[in-house]
């Protein structure tokens, strides 16, 4: 299945970085893509060990399998839930075949959970999980936070009790602060990279635990409506210590997808995240949390047996297509516009800069990138610049009637899936100018 997966531009643009950038070099960028560097680390010790880009989906599937094993070896939930969950769209698919740094969730989650009543004891090696879950990605890093705050709650009310200070767990607690300090300055994006939801997400529940219904708002806040009745009428019969630390653990993320950014992708975190909660609570014994669970996995493995189909029968993104015309043809050595971030999802096929106008870069750096390829693409510009082709996505811009005068141009279909549709439009068409075509003059 994962070698029918065609990588787009977000697994591309981070396998570029990790390439060819420094360690010091990632950690001066990184926070131009918004997320921490793990992720990076882990694909550049990968590719040092001879993993090649056609591979790239081993690293998914390597820590999916270890999360999952943590899973159905560790946790206790029902037999029949630790049968489905592993199968659930978020794990099986999004996280796994798709190859991006929320990999890492389902293993660094599930071992913050087994640690979870002996954080105190094993607090060296809780620590270190939790610096790397906060240095994972965005959603995990408010995680951390979360996790972070019921530590210091903890350990208050303890001094306070005890009227004891334990200097290890001071330094432990110390070295945590400066790690989210620093990950807070390095992460933080630049303007030209800072992204707002087109609208408010008041149905990230439905979208988290039952299905996207994706062309249905009503439906989607009648869902979210139940549901948010359901977990009230819940916790409070679990107590009211319970329902704080659950919105404690959950809440951040759910206001920065809310309020900052989020996709339809992320919000699998928050039903990982819901899993966390359900385990450290010990609630897998719970009836209403099963039901609820065993619809959710029903759903979502028809989810994840539809994407699959379609991912292993259409193309996901047509980067290889393009990359393997653009060397039939011998197009590598003409002077090539790559417009926006896109077009690097055809870079990682090449092992020099690809697009002339990409600054000597083979990922799209963002900061100078804004500012140089985001012009109106005109003829003339082209003309001035002397292009002789240009990679062309049909949401980025409008082709001029002069445009395909002077140039030939291929189609190449492909499109995003999530759950039950076809999300994003990546159709790529390559513009070649007529007087050099050699695939049209032959």
Same mark, same amino acid.
């Given at each position: 299945?994962?070698?029918?997966?065609?990588?787009?531009?977000?697994? #591309?643009?981070?396998?570029?970085?990790?390439?060819?950038?420094?360690?010091?070099?990632?950690i001066?960028?990184?926070?131009?893509?918004?997320?921490?560097?793990?992720f990076?680390?882990v694909?550049?010790?990968?590719?040092v060990?001879?993993?090649?880009?056609?591979?790239?989906?081993?690293? *998914?599937?390597?820590?999916?399998?270890?999360?999952? *094993?943590?899973?159905?070896?560790?946790?206790?939930?029902?037999?029949?839930?630790?049968?489905?969950?592993?199968?659930?769209?978020?794990?099986?698919?999004?996280?796994?075949?798709?190859?991006r740094?929320?990999?890492?969730?389902?293993?660094?989650?599930?071992?913050?959970?087994?640690?979870?009543?002996?954080?105190?004891?094993?607090?060296?090696?809780?620590?270190?999980?939790?610096?790397?879950?906060?240095?994972?990605?965005?959603?995990?890093?408010?995680?951390?936070?979360?996790?972070?705050?019921?530590?210091?709650?903890?350990?208050?009310?303890?001094?306070?009790?005890?009227?004891?200070?334990?200097?290890?767990?001071?330094?432990?607690?110390?070295?945590?602060?400066?790690?989210?300090?620093?990950?807070?300055?390095?992460?933080?994006?630049?303007?030209?990279?800072?992204?707002?939801?087109?609208?408010?997400?008041?149905?990230?529940?439905?979208?988290?635990?039952?299905?996207?219904?994706?062309?249905?708002? =009503?439906?989607?806040?009648?869902?979210?409506?139940?549901?948010?009745?359901?977990?009230?009428?819940?916790?409070?019969?679990?107590?009211?210590?319970?329902?704080?630390?659950?919105?404690?653990?959950?809440?951040?993320?759910?206001?920065?997808?809310i309020?900052?950014?989020?996709?339809?992708?992320?919000?699998?975190?928050?039903?990982?995240?819901?899993?966390?909660?359900?385990?450290?609570?010990?609630?897998?014994?719970?009836?209403?949390?099963?039901?609820?669970?065993?619809?959710?996995?029903?759903?979502?493995?028809?989810?994840?047996?539809?994407?699959?189909?379609?991912?292993?029968?259409n193309?996901? *993104?047509? *980067?290889?297509?393009?990359?393997?015309?653009?060397?039939?043809?011998?197009?590598?050595?003409?002077?090539?516009?790559?417009?926006?971030?896109? =077009?690097?999802?055809?870079?990682?096929?090449?092992?020099?800069?690809?697009?002339?106008?990409?600054?000597?870069?083979?990922?799209?750096?963002?900061?100078?990138?804004?500012?140089?390829?985001?012009?109106?693409?005109?003829?003339?510009m082209?003309? #001035?610049?002397?292009?002789?082709?240009?990679?062309?996505?049909?949401?980025?811009?409008?082709?001029?009637?002069?445009?395909?005068?002077?140039?030939?141009?291929?189609?190449?279909?492909a499109?995003?899936?999530?759950?039950?549709?076809?999300?994003?439009?990546?159709?790529?068409?390559?513009?070649?100018?007529?007087?050099?075509?050699?695939?049209?003059?032959?």
């Amino acid at each position: 299945m994962c070698n029918r997966h065609e990588y787009w531009a977000d697994e #591309a643009n981070a396998w570029l970085l990790a390439q060819d950038l420094s360690i010091k070099d990632l950690i001066l960028y990184i926070h131009r893509d918004g997320h921490p560097i793990l992720f990076h680390l882990v694909i550049k010790l990968f590719s040092v060990f001879g993993l090649k880009y056609d591979h790239f989906y081993i690293i *998914s599937i390597i820590f999916s399998t270890i999360g999952v *094993s943590l899973l159905v070896i560790k946790s206790k939930f029902k037999w029949y839930l630790k049968l489905l969950l592993p199968f659930t769209y978020f794990i099986f698919y999004q996280y796994t075949v798709v190859v991006r740094g929320y990999c890492l969730a389902l293993l660094l989650i599930g071992l913050i959970a087994i640690l979870w009543e002996k954080r105190r004891e094993k607090c060296v090696l809780f620590t270190f999980i939790l610096f790397l879950l906060l240095s994972s990605e965005i959603y995990l890093f408010l995680l951390a936070g979360s996790i972070y705050l019921i530590m210091l709650i903890d350990y208050y009310k303890e001094i306070k009790k005890t009227k004891k200070f334990d200097k290890k767990y001071n330094l432990c607690l110390i070295f945590l602060f400066l790690a989210f300090l620093l990950t807070t300055i390095y992460v933080f994006p630049r303007e030209s990279n800072t992204f707002n939801p087109d609208t408010l997400r008041t149905y990230f529940l439905s979208s988290s635990f039952i299905t996207s219904l994706k062309n249905s708002d =009503s439906i989607k806040m009648f869902m979210t409506m139940l549901l948010v009745v359901y977990f009230t009428l819940l916790y409070r019969k679990l107590g009211i210590k319970k329902t704080i630390e659950a919105l404690i653990i959950i809440g951040p993320i759910l206001i920065f997808m809310i309020f900052k950014y989020s996709n339809l992708w992320h919000f699998g975190i928050v039903f990982l995240v819901f899993l966390f909660i359900v385990s450290i609570q010990k609630l897998e014994n719970n009836k209403y949390i099963n039901i609820l669970l065993l619809i959710t996995c029903i759903i979502q493995i028809y989810y994840s047996i539809n994407t699959c189909i379609y991912d292993y029968n259409n193309k996901y *993104s047509a *980067s290889k297509d393009v990359a393997n015309f653009i060397k039939k043809y011998n197009y590598s050595n003409l002077k090539i516009y790559g417009h926006t971030f896109y =077009s690097s999802e055809i870079s990682p096929y090449f092992e020099n800069d690809l697009y002339f106008n990409y600054g000597g870069y083979r990922f799209y750096y963002w900061d100078k990138d804004a500012s140089i390829n985001r012009y109106r693409l005109t003829y003339n510009m082209l003309r #001035a610049n002397n292009v002789e082709l240009f990679i062309y996505y049909p949401y980025e811009f409008e082709i001029t009637d002069k445009i395909y005068e002077n140039y030939n141009f291929y189609a190449f279909p492909a499109s995003t899936y999530f759950q039950d549709d076809k999300y994003e439009n990546m159709n790529c068409y390559v513009f070649v100018r007529k007087d050099i075509d050699k695939k049209r003059t032959r």
